[in-house]
């Protein structure tokens, strides 16, 4: 098990956590959680968007030393409904405090001093313990630390694997570097873009790499990531067989010649890999300065906004 220090905060959590977006609410996947936990796997990530805030509360239920890390919905991002959306959170994981509370995406539509001005609010409260944002670039994550008054950001959440190096190629990973900031990964197997069989050969090629050292191509993709010094990862994992597998790439090794293949070979596929997700990347600028959000948030959390 590898572990990795919170921003500044000395605080230390699992390289690889256990993602919940688009994990179904059931039995399989309840006991995939459980299981994780049992494996000494702490750290549970989700978001009040992804409807699986219940389901790790019921996983956490009657546990000590879960680190929790939630989102907040940029629908809810004026003071008043910072403070309601954190309650609700609250509820629904069946705990007194966020371990870490992180804005899902940035909203150019509200004022991001008052976003801030709230989360250090909530935190003076004890109701949340560290601050964090996701998807956020350079300069929305500069703009966002300014408006706090005595808190840092220790985190960003980000889409970031081997076949999607967005972070890479806009400076973001530099950035965390120097600033001593946790990047959180998420969709470390591009949505499972990894996969598809127009990817065969890296995905076979990867795996020849890991082979060496027992380790499957999912496993090589997670060590590739959690190599770079302010990245972790939390794949997702609705099975318990998947969660195992994610949590024992915690325990292998790459030598830094196989990083540097593997860096090649992501290089050699970058064109193919990229071209069908670059409309991601697109679509986000795009939303940011949008009510969208609002829209989206009436459906999935199944409530008007005010």
């Keep these: 098990?590898?572990?990795?220090?919170?921003?500044?905060?000395?605080?230390?959590?699992?390289?690889?956590?256990m993602g919940t977006w688009q994990l179904g609410t059931n039995s399989e996947t309840l006991a995939a959680l459980k299981k994780g936990l049992e494996l000494g796997d702490n750290f549970i990530d989700t978001a009040e968007i992804y409807g699986t805030e219940p389901l790790v509360g019921e996983a956490v239920k009657g546990r000590d030393g879960v680190f929790i890390a939630s989102k907040i919905w940029p629908a809810h991002f004026d003071y008043d409904s910072?403070?309601?959306?954190?309650?609700a959170?609250?509820?629904?994981?069946?705990?007194?405090?966020?371990?870490?509370?992180?804005?899902?995406?940035?909203?150019?539509?509200?004022?991001?001093?008052?976003?801030?001005?709230?989360?250090?609010?909530?935190?003076k409260e004890g109701k949340i313990r560290h601050i964090g944002v996701s998807n956020f670039n350079v300069k929305e994550f500069q703009e966002a630390q300014a408006c706090l008054s005595h808190s840092d950001i220790v985190s960003n959440q980000v889409e970031y694997s081997i076949i999607m190096r967005e972070p890479e190629a806009d400076g973001l990973i530099d950035f965390c570097k120097r600033e001593n900031i946790t990047l959180i990964a998420y969709s470390p197997f591009g949505s499972g873009a990894l996969f598809n069989t127009k990817r065969r050969q890296l995905l076979d090629e990867l795996a020849a790499i890991g082979s060496k050292y027992g380790m499957t191509a999912a496993q090589s993709a997670l060590v590739w990531l959690i190599k770079k010094e302010p990245v972790v990862a939390i794949p997702k994992a609705s099975t318990e067989k998947h969660l195992a597998e994610n949590i024992a790439a915690m325990g292998k090794r790459l030598k830094s010649e196989e990083v540097g293949e593997m860096e090649q070979l992501s290089n050699k596929f970058r064109k193919l890999h990229h071209r069908p997700l670059a409309g991601r990347t697109f679509v986000r600028k795009v939303l940011k300065h949008t009510t969208f959000w609002h829209g989206y948030a009436e459906k999935k959390l199944g409530k008007k906004e005010d």
């Design 82 to 87: 910072v403070l309601k959306a954190c309650d």
């Design 89 to 123: 959170s609250l509820k629904r994981l069946g705990v007194k405090c966020i371990d870490l509370y992180q804005l899902h995406w940035p909203n150019y539509t509200v004022p991001i001093e008052e976003t801030m001005s709230a989360m250090e609010h909530l935190q």
């Design 1 to 17: 098990m590898i572990f990795k220090t919170l921003g500044r905060t000395g605080e230390k959590i699992p390289a690889i956590g």
